[in-house]
């Protein structure tokens, strides 16, 4: 059985960082692209950053340069870092588990629509 648990969300003041973390249990876990996802009340789910198989990221434009993702294939686990944290940074996070190979490039793995697992999503909350 699939199942991705995020966990390292929580309160943290404008300018400070949190990690996230992603914890996958699936089989064949390195063939695996990785994403991650946001959404507040009332918003669509949208794309944050994603991580190939090869290491290949894609980042949306308000997060490039702040985060960073990244995977662990030996523990079967993908971090999002997210450093200089702003207001708009607020909202349920998820993780998202899809794609092998070749096909996760830097286009597909942006669409949340090719996902098949979800994680249960993390809160994180920025304040002034």
């Known amino acids: 059985q699939m199942q991705l648990v995020e966990s390292g969300g929580g309160l943290v003041q404008a300018g400070g960082s949190l990690r996230l973390s992603c914890k996958a249990s699936v089989r064949s876990f390195s063939m695996y692209a990785l994403a991650w996802f946001r959404q507040d009340p009332g918003q669509d789910r949208r794309f944050v950053a994603a991580?190939?198989?090869?290491?290949?990221?894609t980042y949306s434009d308000s997060v490039k340069g702040r985060f960073i993702i990244s995977r662990d294939n030996d523990n079967e686990t993908a971090y999002l870092q997210m450093n200089s944290l702003v207001l708009e940074d607020t909202a349920v996070y998820y993780c998202?588990?899809?794609?092998?190979?070749?096909?996760?490039?830097?286009?597909?793995?942006?669409?949340?629509?090719?996902?098949?697992?979800w994680g249960q999503g993390t809160q994180v909350t920025v304040s002034s």
């Open positions: 991580i190939n198989s090869g290491g290949t990221t």
């Open positions: 998202a588990l899809g794609l092998q190979g070749r096909s996760a490039t830097v286009k597909t793995m942006r669409d949340w629509r090719v996902y098949r697992n």
